[in-house]
Structure formats: structure tokens, C-alpha cells
């Protein structure tokens, strides 16, 4: 493709470890991108851990070039962009109370049933993020390796998946990070995100540019590769700073 005219990611293990800082090699590159294109960063995690694990880290940043930057928290229900101050939402897609109830409460049933709810949990394990109810099986605080071994085929998280989905037709359930299910309003995926991002800055899918952890079909990246945008797969945040270096030179 030709130079792309907007770079988006997703977050966690792409730009940083799970639930971690962005280090400061990404830091600098995601502030050289913003230099010379617009970045986007859209992931299931809220809005709180963008903030920590990514806008705190370019405090630096000019006001110009953080303008060119757009967060999509919780999968797109959520867009923030820079006001010159601080960002602030362009538009949130909340659940109603109704429909968070049902959420959690399929989450908790559906998880005791299969033997999958955690007596000793790091953290929450039933999260409402406003537009997104998560459910983490190990809990919100987990270290890395006891997540990525939970699961390592999918299956417990797609039999979760599809016991919830059968009790909440109304909203779409889906499978996220090594450990999660998120549950939003229908129709709202990374997709939707990232539509929501062309048709608010004009610029076409095809001149986007993607990089993501979990590309594979059915993997909660696949529905940007599968809507058009030019995707990269990449296996962890040092990865990704390896491609940006050389996405750099490009530009």
C-alpha cells in the first residue's frame, strides 16, 4: 500500500504488556508518528487505562500533534480527541441499566455453571465500563502468564461466549483479551470503531493502517482486517516498535 494517512493500534499487547505501561520506545514512536499522521488506538480497555497506560506517557506531546491523536476505548462505543486541554468524548454508546443488569448477571450464572467463576481472583472480575461490560476470568489485576495460560486454545472463552450470547440476543457478546468476554450494545465491535473513525475524519479505510495481536478469525482484531483496513499482525509491543521502526523510514 502507499503511505498510509492514519496508523491505528490496538492496546494491550500490542503497544503494551497487559494492562501495562507503554514503554518509553513506543512512547517515542508513537510521538514521531504523530509528527507526520493521525493515530488511533481502539481496545476493549476503558477509558481509565488508556489514560494510564498511554496518555500519561505523552505528557510532552504538543497540543498540535495529540490532536491528531484518537482514543477508542471499549472497542469504539467510546471516541475521545484532544481539545487543545484534555480529551473529551466526541460521542459514548452506554449501556442502558437494564441491559448492564442482564450482563452481569448472564456473566456471573453463565461462568458459575461452567465451572469457570474464580474463588480468588486478581481483582474485579465483572467490570461495567459504561458502554462495556467485562468480564475478566481471573480478574481485572492478573499477571500476565497466569492469562495467557488460562486459555490458550479459546475454548473456555468461546463456550462463555456462547452461553451468555444465547441469554442477551439484544447485545453482542464476544470474546476479547486471553481472558475476557465483552458485552456492548448490538453491533458494536472494532469494526464499528473503526468506521465510526472514517466517516468522522474522512479518511478511507484503505488509507489505514492497523497493527493488532489477535488477527486471527475470530480473534477481537479480525473484524478491522476483515472490513478492508490494511492490517499487520505483530506478537507483542516489542514487535510492533521493530515494524514501526522500519514504517518510520517510510513516511
Known amino acids: 500500500m502507499t503511505a498510509p494517512i492514519l496508523v491505528a493500534f490496538d492496546l494491550d499487547d500490542t503497544l503494551a504488556p497487559s494492562k501495562g505501561l507503554i514503554d518509553p520506545r513506543i512512547a517515542s514512536l508513537l510521538r514521531a508518528l504523530l509528527r507526520t499522521v493521525d493515530v488511533a488506538i481502539i481496545s476493549g480497555g476503558n477509558e481509565a487505562q488508556f489514560r494510564s497506560q498511554v496518555v500519561s506517557r505523552l505528557d510532552d506531546a504538543d497540543a498540535a500533534d495529540l490532536a491528531r491523536l484518537h482514543l477508542l ?25 437494564a441491559e448492564k443488569q442482564a450482563a452481569l448477571t448472564a456473566l456471573r450464572e453463565e461462568a458459575e455453571r461452567l465451572g469457570l467463576w474464580e474463588a480468588d481472583p486478581w481483582g ?54 486471553s481472558t475476557s468476554i465483552d458485552i456492548t450494545q448490538a453491533g458494536i465491535d472494532k469494526a464499528f ?59
Open 124 to 177: 474485579e472480575i465483572l467490570e461495567d465500563r459504561g458502554s462495556q461490560i467485562t468480564f475478566s476470568a481471573l480478574g481485572q489485576s492478573a499477571p500476565r502468564e497466569a492469562k495467557h495460560d488460562w486459555d490458550p486454545t479459546g475454548a473456555k472463552r468461546g463456550a462463555l461466549r456462547d452461553a451468555v450470547a444465547a441469554r442477551l440476543p439484544g447485545l453482542e457478546v464476544r470474546s476479547g483479551g
Open 193 to 251: 470503531g473503526m468506521r465510526q473513525l472514517a466517516e468522522r475524519t474522512g479518511i478511507a479505510l484503505t488509507d489505514m493502517l492497523f497493527y493488532g495481536d489477535r488477527l486471527d478469525e475470530g480473534g477481537n482484531d479480525y473484524p478491522v482486517l476483515a472490513i478492508g483496513v490494511p492490517s499487520v499482525a505483530v506478537e507483542g509491543w516489542e514487535d510492533t516498535a521493530d515494524k514501526l521502526d522500519a514504517l518510520l523510514l517510510t513516511l
Open 73 to 97: 476505548p471499549t472497542c469504539g462505543t467510546r471516541y475521545l480527541r484532544h481539545d487543545g486541554t484534555d480529551f473529551t468524548p466526541v460521542y459514548a454508546h452506554d449501556l442502558s441499566d
